[in-house]
């Protein structure tokens, strides 16, 4: 009776190091895409000071307020864990301590976004 | 009795296809590589105080508007730092995408468009923002209408 083999999927090794490259790529992408969108909003004040006024106060209601934090939590990741790659890269001791230092970037990430969310929610829901 | 050579690694007698110097390619990605980890250090400086002045300092988010990119564009330090900054962020998020169009697109022909459309995208976008930057009035007179500010002649 054959049985229908299922591949093994593409799992490398799994754990901190594979899962921080994956991380890694989707902030950049979703940073990347934001870039081009953010490049074109603030183009408006080439348009004119009314089209750009328009445009950013859609940025400032709750659900843009929200997206703005996770926008945020994506760059602070991407910024803390980009600094961890380096430091992979160049430092003698960073691949055996590649594990301690995501740990430290997830702290360090953890304390920024928590006062950052504090000031940031406080401005979009005028507290 | 002669003394063995041992000629050094990769020292010719190479299958073309794993030759680590193809021709005109260079060492590109390593060129690639390295740009990615100067630009990240700098643009994570850029980036921070970008988000700190902007979302955090005075009014947050709430204090944006047409004034304040007058405020800043004023002075030359805020234009080169966004001018970095747009440079910087392009160029390391479109060697980002290219890597991942490499890693994931398997057809020559899809990984070709897709960088086709990448790479259009950015020189669009760094034209519009250099320009945008260079060319920022802030007082502009639109259909012969003055924009009203404090900082504006009146007119």
Redesign the interface.
């Known amino acids: 009776m054959p049985k229908t083999l299922t591949p093994a999927g593409t799992l490398y090794r799994g754990r901190e190091g594979q899962w921080s490259w994956v991380a890694h ?1 989707i902030t ?2 979703v ?2 895409f934001f ?2 969108v953010h ?2 909003d ?2 408006l ?2 348009v ?2 009314e089209a ?2 328009a445009v ?1 106060a859609s ?2 209601n709750p659900i843009m ?1 929200l997206g ?1 934090l996770g926008l ?1 939590a994506a ?1 602070l990741f991407h ?1 803390f864990n ?2 961890r ?2 430091l992979v ?2 430092w003698k001791k960073g691949p055996r301590y590649h594990r301690q230092m995501l740990w430290a970037v997830v702290g360090l990430w953890a304390v920024v976004m928590i006062a ?1 969310s504090i ?2 929610l406080s ?2 829901f ?1 507290g | 009795m002669a003394t063995p050579t041992i000629e050094s690694p990769r020292s010719g007698r190479v299958a073309p296809g794993y030759s680590r110097t193809p021709g005109s390619r260079g060492n590109f990605e390593m060129t690639a590589w390295l740009f990615m980890r100067l630009s990240g250090a700098i643009l994570l400086v850029l980036i921070l105080v970008h988000l700190y002045v902007n979302l955090v300092a005075g009014d947050g988010i709430t204090g944006i508007d047409f004034g304040f990119v007058a405020g800043k564009w004023a002075d030359p330090v805020w234009q080169i730092w966004d001018l970095t900054l747009l440079w910087l962020s392009m160029l390391h998020g479109t060697n980002g995408i290219r890597v991942i169009i490499n890693d994931y697109a398997e057809k020559n022909s899809t990984r070709m468009w897709l960088k086709g459309v990448l790479y259009t995208a950015t020189v669009v976008i760094l034209v519009l923002g250099t320009l945008v930057i260079f060319t920022f009035d802030p007082c502009p007179v639109i259909d012969g209408v003055a924009h009203v500010a404090d900082y504006c002649p009146a007119p």
């Open positions: 790529r950049g992408v940073i990347f870039l081009l490049v074109l603030t183009s004040v080439r004119s000071p750009y006024d950013i940025y400032k307020g703005e945020v760059i910024a980009g600094v790659v380096i890269d160049f950052f000031r940031h401005h979009v005028g």
